[in-house]
Each structure stands twice: as structure tokens, then as C-alpha cells.
């Protein structure tokens, strides 16, 4: 029922809104729906580049060639699971624990906003520094590897 009433609602809220939005200057933001709408903004461009991150991931991983439990179809397949895990956990974590933090005062939209993006921008920087140059990664932990056993 809760999610019906967002869906149904939300709209009529953040319509006009989506337009004013546009013409704030957030670094002035006065009112808390200015604050909100700014928050928005920001957690809006942070899940754009975690949806880029994330597409370049799967990309990363498609081009692995092994068989198996470890091979591309299954690695992608993990990936998957782990990024739906890691959405469910962000959003119970910021938007059902963090307005229970705020008792529903009139902070708690940007606060839940606020660790939503905090918590995309680490996901991120996560993914960017696992699987953005794998190729490179893995080249250079076999170059260590090799350098090890020469050196015995």
C-alpha cells in the first residue's frame, strides 16, 4: 500500500517542482523544498554515474574468458545478484532507518537524499576501482606474482 501511494502521489509532488528545480541556484537554497529539490539534483547525477560505472563493470566482465563456475555468463550473473543486494540494502538502510533517525521532521527528506548519495558514491568508487581497468589489474597482480617466484 505504501508504494501504491507513492507511485500515485509522487508525481503531483515533484512535477512542478522538477521545473523550479531548474532554476534554483543551490548554493542559496533557502526553504527545505529548495534543499530537497537540490538534494534530489545531486543524488540524481551521483546514480547516473553509478549506472555508468555499473554498465562498465558488466562490459569488463563479458570479456572474460574462462569456463565454468568463474566464467563470464556466471561472474555476470553474480554481479547482478550483488548490485540488487547492495540497492535493497541502500535504500532500507537510508529510506526506511534514516527517516526513523529524523522522526519524519522536516530535514529528513534531504537527509535520506543525502545518504543515498553518499552511499551510490561509495558503491561508485567501488566499482570503478574493481572493475574498471580489470585487464590491468589482473596483468599486473601476474607481473607480481611472476616477480615473487624469480626472485626465489
Not at 17 to 34: F, P, R, W, Y
Not at 120 to 148: F, Q
Request: charged residues 25%; aromatic residues 8%; contains cysteine.
Amino acid at each position: 500500500m505504501k508504494r501504491f501511494f507513492a507511485i500515485i502521489i509522487l508525481p503531483f509532488v515533484i512535477g512542478p517542482g522538477a521545473a523550479h528545480a531548474q532554476n534554483i541556484d543551490c548554493s542559496k537554497a533557502a526553504t527545505t523544498v529548495e534543499e530537497n529539490l537540490c538534494a534530489d539534483k545531486v543524488f540524481q547525477a551521483a546514480d547516473k554515474k553509478l549506472n555508468a560505472a555499473y554498465a562498465a563493470a558488466l562490459a569488463s566482465i563479458r570479456m572474460r574468458d574462462l569456463d565454468g563456475p568463474y566464467g563470464a555468463k556466471s561472474f555476470e550473473a553474480a554481479m547482478r545478484a550483488s548490485q540488487r543486494a547492495w540497492l535493497a540494502y541502500r535504500d532500507a538502510d537510508c529510506k526506511e532507518l534514516v527517516p526513523q533517525e529524523w522522526s519524519g521532521g522536516s530535514g529528513t527528506t534531504s537527509a535520506v537524499l543525502g545518504c543515498m548519495t553518499q552511499k551510490t558514491i561509495a558503491r561508485t568508487k567501488d566499482l570503478k576501482e574493481r572493475y574498471e581497468d580489470h585487464g590491468a589489474l589482473v596483468e599486473n597482480s601476474t607481473d607480481m606474482h611472476v616477480k615473487r617466484l624469480t626472485r626465489h
